[in-house]
């Protein structure tokens, strides 16, 4: 790019304004930034809103195919997660004790797995104490019919709403708008989602898979305020959602939030976030409700300290986020009127029997392994059809649904993975993500051994009566030189049969030796033994 | 009225039942032995040269604006420099906490038109919206990250105060600039139930192909004053 390039940004004139910005979008469409749908004012197909939000339907390996072939998205993604995956490196580096913080991180949340029931007897007893009100619920469904209730009993049919992984999890907003309630996305990513008619594809960033230009494009169509011209700068973007959702803020009456963490012995809650709308949410509304899962809980005040240190590192790889809201319960003249907090089960407690994936609860949704991750980084998150993608979405998903039947596509996400180990490098958490997913691998074979059959199965069970017997296994392996003769240089590329054949469409087999192991031995062993 | 109290049966019910087939009671035995706590607890003394050389950075980082002074050599620090910062920024109508220091509010209304917000004399949203700053106290930084805590009590203010207005400026006391967060936590854990709002830069966003922009919702213009030998207040 020339120096005299000036940001469309900084023209005042609007014809010559838009003639800079035809110029850029020009000069991207020639070097392949974006592609000429975006160049032509749209952006690349939403995936549309599922059924159910930890299940889409395709099955892993068919939605990785699809997705590798969008090149818009394998370029947004590659970029974004580069970026961030280099900055959490530094900003964890900084730190001295930062092995000593994911220690302590994962000693502290298993304690609090062991004493959930009276941890969170403890919250709601201090959640009472400050004039807030508590309610429990075992599934997705209820909870949002609860908070329905919650609102309509105050006449209120329009929400501002945090971004909430828990509320993507039970389809939240989705479930309140058959009630007649609209819950309008406040964070910017999650406003790029709503107004797509899309579904997130990271747990943090999740419209990481738009690029500045389809943004543009969005809001100009969709955003009722946005100006005649408009750049696709970041900061010109970022404003015209400031204004649009200032004058929501002022006047709505209801809102909603998630949380980071609950903390139990004084009956707080915590919000991390970056761009204000949490403290708005949590602020200006009369009527607050929240809901957060039964995992999300410290014991006490003095664990911020374990938190707040790895979360802002890891998941937006900056020293600290730039505003965290602690409240409790309700107070006179300053936040919300009245607030509602809602346990959600949803799953939880069956993860929490699983003593291997128990540590899955240990998660703080930072999305560092989702970063980190070889597989997302190609795929991006809609491969994995589940509102949690990547590494810990691999983990949850298929517990949280908690049926192993082969048939069911959640149940691919575990095989999702190269086994790399990169995300459990960076789990602040030192939550062991492979582990979990080899067991889950386990829990899935297990389930329908015995009444799933496919070219795998039956290839194993006919291996068995040959491995177990020394003789069989001799004259089966001085056989196997015959695969020589589909060899070439040395490496069998392409195995002919169709049940076999998609092992090689990945896999090269050494060709095997003219003699077996056996035989050479024989031969050798007669020679001497040294 | 809402009763969800069948739900709450079955989910401690439930939690309590697997926990115990994985022979664990709640607070007893191994489950009652607190977590260990590995992490650096303290670090270098709180408002030293070397740590508010750090809180500078951070927060310089952050793009705010970031100003040393000491009472040791002028008592009326404080008062000028607030003075002198609404002026240089052109503030026309600024908010202030009832309980903030009254040479301070002194200080603000002989440079702009201001406005008290305390019981009784509650600022509007919309006449919040509308007021260009807010000047408040705090309870402590954070050097390592650039965080300033701010409680709502009467020196401090309502949240909607600190959150309304395009510019936050904010009385920062050396001594209770601390070096690791673990000490500024310490502060908070003597009054766990307060709200408690921490600021670590103006309102930013990376949504947007993770190129970071400012001023989203909140402040976008923050304004930290850091003042040597003030009296600490024990709260």
């Not at chain 1, 005299?4 to 014809?15: K, L, T």
């Not at chain 1, 008619?197 to 494009?217: F, G, K, Q, Y």
């Not at chain 2, 609404?86 to 209304?109: F, N, R, Y």
């Amino acid at each position: 790019m020339s120096q005299e390039q000036i940001s469309p940004m900084h023209i005042q004139d609007p014809v010559e304004k838009q003639k800079r910005i035809d110029e850029i979008m020009e000069q991207k469409l020639k070097d392949g930034i974006i592609t000429p749908e975006v160049a032509a004012g749209s952006w690349a197909p939403s995936m549309p809103v599922p059924e159910n939000p930890l299940e889409w339907g395709e099955p892993f390996p068919k939605a990785a195919k699809r997705m590798i072939k969008n090149k818009q998205v394998r370029e947004n993604v590659e970029r974004a997660t580069n970026t961030i995956v280099t900055k959490r490196n530094m900003r964890a580096a900084e730190l001295p004790d930062w092995q000593e913080l994911r220690m302590s991180g994962e000693a502290m949340k298993r304690y609090v797995g062991d004493n959930l029931p009276d941890l969170l007897v403890q919250m709601e007893e201090n959640v009472k104490k400050r004039g807030g009100h508590v309610h429990w619920a075992r599934d997705g469904k209820e909870a949002c019919k609860i908070a329905a209730e919650i609102y309509k009993s105050h006449n209120i049919d329009e929400i501002v709403k945090v971004k909430s992984m828990v509320s993507q999890e039970i389809g939240f907003n989705e479930n309140l708008e058959k009630e007649g309630i609209k819950a309008w996305e406040t964070d910017l990513a999650e406003l790029i989602v709503q107004l797509a008619d899309d579904m997130p594809s990271h747990i943090v960033v999740p419209a990481l898979h738009r690029n500045r230009t389809e943004v543009r494009n969005l809001f100009s169509q969709r955003v009722p305020s946005a100006p005649e011209v408009l750049s696709d700068e970041p900061e010109e973007l970022a404003g015209v959602a400031r204004r649009h959702l200032r004058e929501k803020f002022l006047n709505c009456k209801g809102a909603f939030s998630g949380a980071n963490m609950m903390i139990a012995d004084s009956g707080s809650l915590i919000i991390f976030e970056s761009e204000g709308n949490g403290r708005m949410c949590t602020t200006v509304p009369e009527v607050l409700v929240s809901i957060v899962g039964i995992e999300k809980i410290v014991p006490t005040m003095e664990d911020v300290s374990i938190v707040g240190q790895l979360l802002g590192r890891s998941a937006t790889g900056e020293r600290m986020n730039p505003y965290t809201s602690v409240w409790s319960g309700v107070e006179e003249d300053d936040g919300p009127k009245e607030f509602h907090l809602i346990l959600l089960d949803n799953g939880r407690s069956n993860i929490l029997n699983d003593t291997i994936a128990r540590q899955a609860l240990h998660c703080i949704r930072c999305g560092a392994c989702i970063n980190a991750c070889p597989v997302y980084h190609v795929v991006g998150g809609h491969a994995y059809g589940s509102v949690y993608p990547g590494p810990i979405g691999s983990c949850i998903t298929p517990h949280l649904v908690n049926d192993f039947d082969h048939d069911r596509p959640v149940n691919t996400m575990p095989y999702a993975c190269s086994l790399c180990q990169a995300c459990y490098e960076a789990c602040p958490m030192h939550i062991n993500l492979p582990e979990i997913l080899v067991d889950l691998r386990h829990k899935i074979t297990e389930h329908n051994r015995g009444h799933h059959t496919d070219a795998y199965s039956l290839g194993m069970k006919y291996t068995v009566p040959i491995m177990s017997s020394g003789s069989k296994l001799n004259f089966f392996g001085s056989k196997a030189k015959m695969l020589r003769m589909l060899a070439k240089d040395g490496r069998v590329k392409k195995l002919p049969f169709n049940a076999v054949s998609g092992w090689t469409d990945q896999r090269d087999i050494p060709a095997p030796p003219k003699k077996n192991f056996r035989a050479w031995y024989k031969e050798h062993k007669q020679g001497g033994q040294n | 009225m809402i009763d969800t109290s069948a739900a709450r049966n079955e989910i401690l019910t439930k939690l309590r039942g697997v926990l115990a087939d994985q022979g664990i009671t709640p607070g007893e035995g191994k489950a009652a032995l607190k977590p260990e706590r590995t992490y650096r607890q303290s670090g270098e003394p709180a408002g030293s040269p070397q740590v508010l050389e750090m809180f500078k950075d951070c927060l310089e980082d952050y793009d705010a604006l970031y100003v040393e002074v000491d009472l040791a050599e002028d008592p009326q620090a404080i008062e000028k420099t607030l003075n002198k910062m609404l002026q240089d920024d052109a503030i026309q109508t600024a908010v202030v906490p009832h309980g903030l220091q009254d040479s301070w509010k002194e200080a603000v209304s002989s440079a702009c038109t201001m406005t008290v917000d305390g019981p009784g004399q509650r600022v509007s949203n919309q006449d919040l919206n509308a007021t260009n700053a807010v000047v408040t106290s705090s309870l402590a930084g954070i050097a390592l990250t650039g965080a300033i805590i701010l409680n709502n009590q009467p020196d401090q203010g309502r949240k909607t105060c600190t959150l309304l207005p395009d510019y936050h400026y904010i009385v920062v006391n050396a001594q209770r600039v601390f070096h690791t967060v673990p000490e500024a936590v310490a502060l908070m854990c003597k009054h766990p139930e307060r709200t408690y709002t921490w600021s670590a830069g103006p309102s930013a966003t990376a949504d947007i192909e993770m190129v970071r922009v400012r001023g989203v919702h909140g402040p976008r213009f923050l304004r930290v004053i850091v003042v040597k030998n003030a009296p600490v207040q024990e709260d």
